[in-house]
T-cell receptor
C-alpha cells in the first residue's frame, strides 16, 4: 500500500522484556517521526529523522528508548527492559520533508500505530 | 516552551448546530498550525492547516496571533463529524507539539 505501515499492530510484553517496533514510511518521504500516545492523551513527540540522521531525540523518555533509521527508509523504535508505564500506542508519521517555505511538505501522514501493553 | 492546549475533552452538539473546538498555543516565533482528526477505527489524518486558509468538510480555522488561538469552526455539524480532533503546532526546531484532543460527539 501507499500509506505508512507499522508492525506489529499489537504487542504484549512482560515487564523487563525488550521490544522492537517497526515503521515503513511512505516511499520518498524524507522526514520520519515517532510519537507516544497514552490513553486519553494527544500524541507526544519522541524523535525525528531526516533521512538516516536523527535530528531530534529530545522526547525519548529514558535511555531505554532507542530509535534508528539506518538506510533512511524503515525505522525501528526499540524499548529495552519494558516497564508498565511504557504501555501506550506508538505512532509513526512521515512527511516529504520539513520545509519552512512550503507548508504542504510538512503534512504528516500517520500509521495505524502499535499498541504496546506491558504486563 | 511550546505548548498547545485544548480546554474541552468532550464537546457534544446536536446535528445542524454550530460547533467550535478551541485551541490555544504558546510559541515564541511564527507558528505553523494544523488540525488533525481521528475517526473511529481510523488513523490520524490531516484536516486542515492554517497556511492554506482552506475549508475542508465545511470546517475552517483562523489563526489569531493576538489571542494565540486557532479555533476550529463549522456552522452546521453533521453526525459524521463525530471524532477526536487534535490541534498541532509545528516547531521549527523540527518537531510537532500536539494538544490533548477534543472528542466531538454530534447527536442526532
Amino acid at each position: 500500500g501507499a500509506g505508512v505501515s507499522q508492525s506489529p499492530r499489537y504487542k504484549v510484553a512482560k515487564r523487563g522484556q525488550d521490544v522492537a517496533l517497526r515503521c515503513d514510511p511512505i516511499s520518498g518521504h524524507v522526514s520520519l517521526f515517532w510519537y507516544q500516545q497514552a490513553l486519553g492523551q494527544g500524541p507526544e513527540f519522541l524523535t525525528y529523522f531526516q533521512n538516516e540522521a536523527q535530528l531530534d531525540k529530545s522526547g525519548l523518555p529514558s535511555d531505554r528508548f532507542f530509535a534508528e533509521r539506518p538506510e533512511g527508509s524503515v525505522s525501528t523504535l526499540k524499548i529495552q527492559r519494558t516497564q508498565q508505564e511504557d504501555s501506550a500506542v506508538y505512532l509513526c508519521a512521515s512527511s516529504f520533508r520539513l520545509d519552512r517555505g512550503d507548508s504542504a511538505k510538512n503534512i504528516q501522514y500517520f500509521g495505524a500505530g502499535t499498541r504496546l501493553s506491558v504486563l | 516552551a511550546q505548548r498547545v492546549t485544548q480546554p474541552e475533552k468532550l464537546l457534544s452538539v446536536f446535528k445542524g448546530a454550530p460547533v467550535e473546538l478551541k485551541c490555544n498555543y504558546s510559541y515564541s516565533g511564527s507558528p505553523e498550525l494544523f488540525w488533525y482528526v481521528q475517526y473511529s477505527r481510523q488513523r490520524l489524518q490531516l484536516l486542515l492547516r492554517h497556511i492554506s486558509r482552506e475549508s475542508i468538510k465545511g470546517f475552517t480555522a483562523d489563526l489569531n496571533k493576538g489571542e494565540t488561538s486557532f479555533h476550529l469552526k463549522k456552522p452546521f455539524a453533521q453526525e459524521e463529524d463525530s471524532a477526536m480532533y487534535y490541534c498541532a503546532l509545528l516547531n521549527y526546531g523540527q518537531n510537532f507539539v500536539f494538544g490533548p484532543g477534543t472528542r466531538l460527539s454530534v447527536l442526532p
